[in-house]
């Protein structure tokens, strides 16, 4: 019996959706590198905790906008991680996880 060649024949051809896939994951990476860099940046920034006023307030400001962008990159994430899910369910994959 000689299936192992189909089953290789199978797995070894690309889906359409494999580029796409790949192109959502290159996404993900590149915001959590972003983020990374942001938070690195912050850190820097209001490494000295000194309360001089003017700079307190400017560090604060800075941490707020670093959660925000923190927070705008995870939903983000997450609805490509959603659309990827929902088109593996449309295609009817055997693994619909992203």
Known sequence: MQCAPTHRRLHSQASPLSGHLKQQ????MNIARLLLLMMVASFAI????TNDGEAENLGEAIDDAGDKIGD???DAGNAIEDACEDVKEGVSADDTDC
Request: glycine share 10%; proline share 0%.
């Open 72 to 74: 705008a990159a995870n």
């Open 46 to 49: 209001v490494g000295c905790d």
């Open 25 to 28: 994951k290159n996404s993900r």
